[in-house]
């Protein structure tokens, strides 16, 4: 059974950082494409980053390029999403999702909307407040 599951969330002061992992069971991620979205209070969900199965290029919203790396490692069937410079801005429940192709992404790529991905985790709530 294909499952996801989002961890690492929590408060964190503007400036900060955090690390979330989503936790891949029942997926192949050499063969899907992963994507880390974001829903903020009364906003709909948006895309921040995915990454390739092909050949791990990687696709990120504007609003965190620069500040927000994707990663994955095949090996723990995890994709990371490694927040740095935290704004009061980036509050929001982040969820991941698969999208079942390996499309690679070229450069200063956006990610695909969320329609396109299936199977969201639960996710996992950030909030960046002093």
């Known amino acids: 059974q294909l499952q996801l599951e989002e961890s690492g969330g929590g408060l964190v002061q503007p400036g900060g950082s955090l690390r979330l992992s989503c936790v891949a069971s029942?997926?192949?991620?050499?063969?899907?494409?992963i994507g880390w979205f974001r829903q903020a209070p009364g906003k709909e969900r948006e895309g921040v980053s995915t990454?390739?199965?092909?050949?791990?290029?990687?696709a990120y919203a504007d609003s965190v390029r620069g500040r927000f790396t994707i990663s994955r490692d095949n090996a723990k069937d995890t994709v990371y999403l490694q927040m740095n410079s935290l704004k009061p801005q980036d509050t929001a429940v982040y969820s991941c999702?698969?999208?079942?192709?390996?499309?690679?992404?070229?450069?200063?790529?956006?990610?695909?909307?969320?329609?396109?991905?299936?199977?969201w985790g639960q996710g996992t709530r950030v909030t960046v407040s002093s």
């Open positions: 999702a698969v999208q079942g192709n390996t499309r690679r992404y070229g450069y200063e790529a956006t990610p695909p909307p969320p329609q396109l991905f299936d199977n």
């Open positions: 029942g997926v192949n991620l050499e063969r899907n494409n």
């Open positions: 990454i390739s199965a092909s050949d791990g290029s990687t």
